[in-house]
Each structure stands twice: as C-alpha cells, then as structure tokens.
C-alpha cells in the first residue's frame, strides 16, 4: 500500500552534515508515524528517531540526540533526517519506515512499511 524511497545517503568527513530524505508513495497513505533506522556491518538495525503524524512529537536514540533533527512535510508526503557532527560511528545503512499505530516506536516490529535504505559513510 505504501512505498518508501531514501535518498540523500553518502559519504562524508567526520563533523560535516548529511540530510537523509524519505518519500512516500502509494494509493492511500492515510496517517502515520515515520522512524528512521540504520545498520551497520555486524550489527542489528536500530532506531534512531520518530516523528509523528503531525509532526508535534519527536523521539530520538540517545547516540544521535542533539545531532540529528526528523521532520516532515505531509504535503509532499516526505520525511527528512538532518545529520549534523557526523562520527564514524554513524555508518550504516540508514532505513525510513512508516507505522500506521505505535507502541514503543524503537521496536522494529511496530513498522508497517520500509524503504530499502541509503548508505551513509562517514570517514575519520
């Protein structure tokens, strides 16, 4: 029913600024909730942040707190992840997902819908 597409991925120097974009397509997209997260090598995919239909409530992991900003524009039907003071500890493939209804927002299963995800690379 809904698609999503990331885009925005790359690489860049340690402490520069990234900023992921997430469209949504589809016959009816209805209201909901668009979280981002990412994977390294190795590693399980895990939240990084949320945003709510309307915009009013934000939630963020603690590693990207006061770096990283989620937005969106239910308009063009699309949700932005601003990256700022990148570490080399944010690499990873970075995935938006869409839920219709949340729980706890950091739990994958709680997504309903999933992009296939843009690279960023961070080097030191």
């Known amino acids: 029913q809904v698609q999503l597409v990331e885009s925005g991925g790359g690489l860049v120097q340690a402490g520069d600024s990234l900023r992921l974009s997430c469209a949504a397509s589809g016959s009816t997209v209805g209201s909901y909730a668009v979280g981002w997260f990412r994977q390294a090598p190795g590693k399980e995919r895990e939240f990084v942040a949320v945003?709510?239909?309307?915009?009013?409530?934000?939630r963020y992991a603690d590693s990207v707190k006061g770096r990283f900003a989620i937005s969106r524009d239910n308009a063009k039907n699309t949700a932005n992840l601003q990256m700022n003071s990148l570490k080399p500890e944010d690499t990873a493939v970075y995935y938006c997902?869409?839920?219709?209804?949340?729980?706890?927002?950091?739990?994958?299963?709680?997504?309903?819908?999933w992009g296939q995800g843009t690279q960023v690379t961070v080097s030191s």
């Open positions: 997902a869409a839920a219709v209804r949340l729980g706890d927002a950091s739990e994958r299963s709680q997504y309903d819908y």
């Open positions: 945003i709510s239909w309307k915009g009013s409530s934000t």
